[in-house]
């Protein structure tokens, strides 16, 4: 149980286009889902708290309108990186939390590449 | 606002001898206390948490203990072996709701 799946893995993009990196919940319902970004052999970044039906709430120092979160139903969110750039390539993890509970479970990723 | 701090950044043992890695947190208010472990291009995997009502807890080779006075958590493997080696990371519940990461532990086990 507990599975967050993560779509794209990897995604190449040209400078200026706009990606969409999708999360959802697998078996359980998640109200609260988070997106982090990490560096190569750095930690986790939590770039913002994703909520069900109202706004993301985001990090300090994060743009709101490069990273747009929306998150539709209790088991998909979604993250559009817009008007991409070369400094934009990372690792994009997403991790939801079972409603009622506070552990959180880690999709696989997706690699961004920005040329 | 809230920290985590995390040591040793790098950790080298012996198999079959134990780990220790350990962990600060800044927030009083937090209560609970999950342990992730990263192995190379993978997504992190939750291997073991506490709650703050709870000093220690175990499961198997892994146990983590926690001190609420001093805000000190830490976690502990016992018997390594070489699928133990990757990172380690400790984290914070905080009051804000969301999970503060530690700066991550690698961990090798020399054979």
């Known amino acids: 149980g507990a599975v967050v799946s993560q779509h794209p893995s990897w995604v190449i993009c040209k400078s200026g286009t706009s990606v969409k990196i999708e999360c959802r919940s697998l078996?359980?319902?998640?109200?609260?889902m988070f997106w982090y970004r990490q560096f190569p052999k750095q930690s986790l970044m939590l770039m913002a708290t994703s909520n069900e039906g109202s706004k993301a709430t985001y990090e300090q120092g994060v743009e709101k309108d490069k990273f747009l979160i929306n998150h539709a139903s209790l088991t998909l969110s979604t993250l559009t990186v817009t008007s991409a750039h070369p400094e934009d390539s990372s690792f994009y993890i997403c991790?939801?939390?079972?409603?009622?509970?506070?552990?959180?479970?880690f999709g696989p990723g997706t690699r961004l590449t920005v040329t | 606002g809230e920290n985590v701090e995390q040591h040793p950044s790098t950790l080298s043992v012996q198999e079959g001898d134990s780990a220790v890695i350990k962990c600060t947190y800044s927030d009083s208010a937090s209560n609970y206390f999950p342990w992730y472990k990263q192995e190379l291009g993978k997504r992190p995997q939750l291997i073991i948490d506490i709650r703050s009502n709870v000093g220690e807890k175990k499961d198997q080779r892994i146990a983590v203990t926690l001190n609420k006075t001093a805000k000190h958590f830490s976690l502990h493997i016992t018997e390594t072996q070489p699928e133990d080696s990757a990172v380690y990371f400790c984290a914070s519940y905080s009051s804000a709701s969301k999970i503060i990461f530690g700066s991550g532990t690698r961990l090798s086990i020399r054979p």
């Open positions: 991790s939801a939390t079972p409603d009622g509970t506070y552990e959180q479970y």
């Open positions: 078996d359980f319902q998640a109200t609260t």
